[in-house]
């Protein structure tokens, strides 16, 4: 047990400017408690999220941003008060970090939702110091907003299942939408996609895989095992799937219309947002109304959700599909992801890097 007292710094690979562009950057850590945990990063994952934030779409960055949230790495030293994790453990870390802690969402295991929730980059700690996220050698945590990997996972694996995992699980799960038999829609086959396909089969679901083009066709039916391929441009095709889907659940993270998938969907479907998407979006109340049919949203999901996630996926032998990169292809990977040239997730191998010597 150690105190996590002493000053600490590490070396990331920040964004300076809404160019996106990141370069090593190295900072001191922020302030430390009895609950905190010291985690020498191991992996990284990139997110579609991570663009927008360097680049600043949402009008809201801050810089020099050190970007990821999802991130798996290693119990270095843990604080006096630390009771759920030792060191040497396999954790995990995704998109929040800090929460009040005494509201409904707090106290409901929904701490996503929390108002005051501190994001795990490009926010404040309660202590006045930025959050810098996972493309760094190291990071410290509070206890509460760290995960424990289960055995015989690996950990380059497990990345992209803290965020693109749990956004899939937690909608399926807090809609009741995990009994075997439903027919569920995935809309768009990136980093989420492509684990939702896997999610909502290793639940007994009917999947169908919705996407612009036929490109991922092969790759949806044959790699991923879905059951159905819908071309949103093939009206016939689309005509033809009317009224057959319980659910979709929307990735796409760029502008589009939603009234043909809202005709896919039977009463009571829902359709539920997961992308992040900074224009408005359209529809004609009638297509909501003649089904009562639904459009909501859903975001990552609860610590409590993300543990039962990885449980899940370990007992269903579930894993992402990913291309590891060294932190200094980095760069190049998020030019590749903005033109969704990646099957499926990359991750950056930060251990074998090497930032911190």
Same mark, same amino acid.
């Given at each position: ?37 010291? =985690?020498? #990063? ?47 453990? =396999? #954790?995990? !870390?995704?998109? #929040?970090?800090?929460?009040?802690? %005494? ?18 980059? /490009? ?15 190291? $990071? =410290? !945590? ?15 694996? !497990? ?13 399926? /799960? ?17 980093? !989420?996609?492509? $684990? ?12 169908? @895989? ?15 095992? +879905? ?44 359709? =539920?947002?997961?992308?992040?998407? %900074? ?29 039962? $996630? ?13 291309? #590891? ?5 980095? /760069?190049? +990977? ?5 033109? %969704? ?5 990359? @991750? ?10």
């Amino acid at each position: 047990m150690g105190s996590l007292e002493t000053e600490r710094t590490t070396t990331g690979w920040a964004a300076r400017d809404p160019s996106g562009i990141l370069s090593p950057y190295t900072y001191t850590l922020r302030k430390t408690g009895p609950e905190d945990v010291f =985690i020498k #990063v191991m992996c990284c994952g990139i997110c579609h999220t991570d663009l927008h934030q360097t680049k600043n779409d949402l009008g809201m960055s801050n810089y020099p941003m050190v970007p990821g949230h999802e991130v798996v790495g290693e119990v270095v030293e843990v604080g006096s008060d630390v009771t759920k994790f030792s060191v040497g453990e =396999i #954790v995990g !870390v995704g998109c #929040v970090v800090g929460s009040c802690r %005494n509201c409904r969402p707090c106290d409901t295991d929904n701490e996503q939702y929390c108002l005051k929730k501190i994001w795990s980059y /490009n926010d404040v700690y309660t202590d006045g110091q930025p959050t810098q996220g996972g493309f760094a050698g190291s $990071m =410290i !945590v509070d206890q509460k907003f760290v995960v424990r990997i289960p055995d015989g996972m690996a950990p380059e694996q !497990v990345a992209p299942l803290l965020c693109a995992g749990v956004t899939v699980y937690s909608p399926l /799960n807090h809609f009741g939408l995990i009994g075997s038999g439903l027919r569920g829609g995935i809309l768009g086959l990136g980093g !989420v996609g492509h $684990m939702g396909v896997k999610i909502a089969k290793a639940m007994g679901h009917h999947v169908t @895989v919705i996407s612009s083009s036929d490109k991922k066709k092969v790759e949806a039916l044959e790699h991923l095992g +879905a059951d159905e391929y819908l071309v949103s441009s093939d009206t016939e095709g689309m005509q033809k799937a009317a009224d057959s889907l319980d659910y979709i659940i929307d990735t796409v993270p760029v502008f589009h219309p939603l009234e043909p998938y809202l005709s896919v969907l039977k009463l009571d479907g829902k359709l =539920i947002l997961t992308g992040v998407i %900074n224009t408005p979006l359209q529809f004609v109340s009638p297509m909501i109304m003649l089904g009562r049919k639904s459009i909501t949203g859903s975001f990552i999901g609860s610590m409590k959700e993300t543990e039962e $996630m990885l449980q899940f996926c370990k007992e269903k032998n579930l894993a992402s599909m990913i291309e #590891v990169v060294k932190m200094d292809y980095v /760069n190049t +990977a998020m030019e590749r992801l903005e033109k %969704n040239d990646v099957r499926y997730r990359f @991750v950056v191998d930060v251990i074998g890097s090497k930032l911190d010597q």
